[in-house]
T-cell receptor
Framework: KNQVEQSPQSLIILEGKNCTLQ??????????LRWYKQDTGRGPVSLTI?????NTKSNGRYTATLDADTKQSSLHITASQLSDSASYIC??????????FGAGTRLTVKP | GAVVSQHPSRVICKSGTSVKIECRSL??????MFWYRQFPKQSLMLMAT?????????EQGVEKDKFLINHASLTLSTLTVTSAHPEDSSFYIC???????????????FGNGTRLTVT
């Protein structure tokens, strides 16, 4: 069973709208959690890295939250743009540097 | 910022032939490189971890004789898919981390992937 569950699997929103992507993980203990953006046919690009002691981290229009107690993270995208269309992948990192990749949420932003 | 270059971006080969994929770190020394494969709409699956100058560590279920990994220098790792078959068709991605930063806190830079199609 995948130890990282992301929801929704896919999402369509209109340009300018906000959205929130969810990530539930079961890996423990973990040292940090990363969110990546992956355009179709490209490699992932890092958006945020949070340690277990951080609750929130922002990178421009992207804001990630983390609740280490419930093992949940979210990625909030504000004022979406067409270029935000991509897959967003949640990646918790074990303390032994073992990374587990979620299947991602496929976001489509329409004009 | 750190850049990882992967080549080729696309390759089509006939069944039974071998294909080599290169992963280069352009502005840092990559002591460790990782190789993944990704099927459509699925997550990245780690195939192997490659440390410069030593043998790669393969994940369970990955055939080391089929997926040959060489990490002979601090800037280059190669993945060779030997005797490729149609079921090897996939998206292969490398990532790298190096001296001065570890995968613990680094963003772990990825190549842009190689789309392999075996006919």
């Amino acid at each position: 069973k995948n130890q990282v569950e992301q929801s929704p699997q896919s999402l369509i929103i209109l340009e300018g709208k906000n959205c929130t992507l969810q990530c539930n993980y079961t890996v423990s203990p973990f040292s940090n959690l990363r969110w990546y953006k992956q355009d179709t046919g490209r490699g992932p690009v890092s958006l945020t890295i949070m340690t277990f002691s951080e609750n929130t981290k922002s990178n421009g229009r992207y804001t990630a939250t983390l609740d280490a107690d419930t093992k949940q993270s979210s990625l909030h995208i504000t004022a979406s743009q067409l270029s935000d269309s991509a897959s967003y992948i949640c990646v918790p990192l074990y303390n032994n540097n073992d990374m587990r990749f979620g299947a991602g949420t496929r976001l489509t932003v329409k004009p | 910022g750190a850049v990882v270059s992967q080549h080729p971006s696309r390759v089509i080969c006939k069944s039974g032939t071998s294909v080599k994929i290169e992963c280069r770190s352009l502005d840092f020394q990559a002591t460790t490189m990782f190789w993944y494969r990704q099927f459509p709409k699925q997550s990245l699956m780690l195939m192997a971890t490659s440390n410069e100058g030593s043998k790669a560590t393969y994940e369970q279920g990955v055939e080391k004789d089929k997926f040959l990994i060489n990490h002979a220098s601090l800037t280059l790792s190669t993945l060779t898919v030997t005797s490729a078959h149609p079921e090897d068709s996939s998206f292969y991605i490398c990532s790298a981390t190096g001296q001065g930063f570890s995968s613990y806190n680094s963003p772990l830079h990825f190549g842009n992937g190689t789309r392999l199609t075996v006919t």
